[in-house]
């Protein structure tokens, strides 16, 4: 198939964050009582909103979570992340030449949270292919596996979604590409382990790839 528009997520597709980012979570629920390794918090908590896990958390550490907690869970993420947030690796080259294929017809469509994605996109080189085409599942009534953030992203591109080529790393992201009605690229580097190909596969990605270098290749 000839795509017209490529859709990107963000976290551990473009930018490598989760580690940060559940670092810090898992820190702050260790303060709230609920111990995890960076592992378990990962497994638990990559590819969804720490707000849509609002029950687990308060049923594990008997605390709501207050809207102060969140506040305060974002501004320690996001020194994290200006301190230490890299790429991913082969992703600025990748996404360059993809932007010039496709003529510009590139967005990022996250399920985190629009300031998020701005500081990341920037931190790391990303901003200029993606300016003006950002957009969070925290913006739309539902985010992912909810397909909403992809059909805005395909709508706001001009493009129906059953022409546009979805790049996702977590099931979460491939069921809301497929439910879109994209076709999914799944990434799956070999950091992710060796069930997650398989578990990206059954979500319903069309194909799994582990190098971002491969990217263009696949979409040609």
């Not at 022409?163 to 497929?178: F, L, P, S, Y």
């Amino acid at each position: 198939m000839d795509f017209e528009a490529l859709l990107f997520d963000c976290d551990g597709v473009l930018v490598d964050s989760e580690p940060i980012t559940n670092g810090v979570l898992r820190d702050m629920l260790e303060e709230m009582g609920w111990t995890l390794s960076v592992q378990e918090c990962m497994r638990l908590f990559v590819g969804k909103a720490v707000k849509d896990e609002a029950a687990l958390i308060e049923a594990r550490t008997g605390q709501p979570l207050t809207e102060d907690w969140m506040a305060r869970f974002r501004e320690r993420r996001n020194q994290g992340l200006l301190r230490d947030l890299q790429p991913i690796r082969g992703a600025v080259p990748a996404v360059a030449l993809l932007h010039e294929r496709f003529e510009g017809r590139l967005a990022c469509a996250s399920g985190a949270d629009r300031g998020k994605v701005e500081l990341q996109l920037e931190k790391c080189g990303l901003m200029r292919y993606f300016e003006g085409r950002i957009f969070s599942g925290h913006d739309l009534p539902r985010s992912k596996p909810a397909p909403d953030v992809y059909l805005a992203a395909a709508a706001a591109l001009g493009v129906a979604p059953a022409r546009c080529a979805v790049v996702e790393d977590t099931v979460t992201g491939v069921a809301a590409g497929v439910a879109a009605g994209a076709t999914v690229f799944g990434f799956s580097p070999p950091e992710a382990g060796h069930d997650a190909p398989a578990a990206l596969r059954a979500a319903g990605a069309r194909q799994v790839f582990a190098a971002m270098e491969d990217l263009a290749g696949l979409i040609a």
